[in-house]
């Protein structure tokens, strides 16, 4: 049933690819008129990420009584990126579909193209954005090795999951609309959750708890193939693609069903 949800809602948006890239430029555009550092903008997130990351790794380095490493600010811009990526793709899919009522209410198309359009949307800021990553692992002399083989795949999932979630929230958001709140409280804490400006292995036992966090081996993997060279655990990649693929086959068939109700809902 979930598959062919999947397969419907893939066909939809290949058949409506115009209206998505339209809607996705049209966020791009409005994202950046009429500012003084136009596509600057984009830089802010992961420069803002890697800042504070990097006051923490000083006092961790202070308190432990060794100097910073290079290495050490390469793995937090390394992760900051693709975090960056999914609060501001959640921020602004959630409100997606309560942003276009004009639009949901009065003109037959799949209503799924604003969550995607946003996701995408977010997708070109990310790779904006990574001229400051590429600069900062230039910097850290970081090297490339087989290991970077293992980057599409991990982006490959955490596009997927981000995605998934940004349909279940913005349709979610249509129906109560106290959603918004909820996810700006949880993405502003999720960050002490998530494995941004540390890894994992600090927390010795605990690490596994933290790693139940579906975002967290994708970070860890993408700080392993890019900065140590090293391929991602696999154990904990394949749940998080797990549940990745759970949250790909079930959100496209939650949105569908409950699409019917979207104008009743504004």
């Known amino acids: ?45 992961p420069i803002l990420i890697v800042s504070a990351g990097l006051v923490v790794k000083l006092g961790m380095a202070h308190v432990s009584g060794r100097s910073l490493q290079w290495s050490e600010l390469a793995i937090v811009a390394v992760k900051s990126l693709p975090w960056a990526f999914f609060t501001s793709t959640l921020r602004f899919a959630t409100l997606s579909l309560t942003n276009n009522t004009t639009l ?6 799949p209503r799924a193209v604003f969550p995607v359009a946003a996701t995408l949307s977010q997708a070109f800021d990310a790779v904006v954005a990574s001229v400051v990553v590429l600069a900062l692992l230039v910097l850290a002399r970081t090297g490339v090795s087989w290991a970077l083989l293992w980057v599409p795949l991990l982006l490959l999932l955490l596009g997927l999951f981000t995605g998934a979630l940004a349909l279940l929230l913005s349709a979610a958001n249509l129906f109560f609309r106290d959603v918004k709140y909820v996810v700006e409280v949880v993405i502003t804490f999720a960050i002490f959750f998530s494995p941004v400006f540390y890894e994992v292995a600090m927390f010795g036992r605990w690490a596994d708890l933290l790693m139940l966090n579906p975002l967290a081996p994708l970070l860890e993997g993408l700080g392993a193939a890019v900065v140590h060279h090293q391929a991602p655990a ?6 998080s693609a797990g549940v990745t693929l759970l949250l790909t086959l079930l959100a496209p068939a939650w949105f569908l069903r409950l699409e019917p109700r979207f104008a009743e809902s504004i």
Not at 13 to 19: F, G, I, K, V
Not at 104 to 109: M, R, S, Y
């Open 1 to 45: 049933m979930e598959a062919l949800s999947l397969r419907r809602f893939a066909r939809s948006m290949w058949r409506h690819r115009e209206l998505l890239f339209m809607l996705t430029w049209r966020d791009i555009r409005i994202k950046y008129k009429q500012t003084v550092l136009g596509f600057l903008w984009a830089l802010l997130m």
């Open 104 to 109: 949901v209410t009065k003109i037959a198309f």
């Open 234 to 239: 696999l154990g904990w990649l394949a749940y």
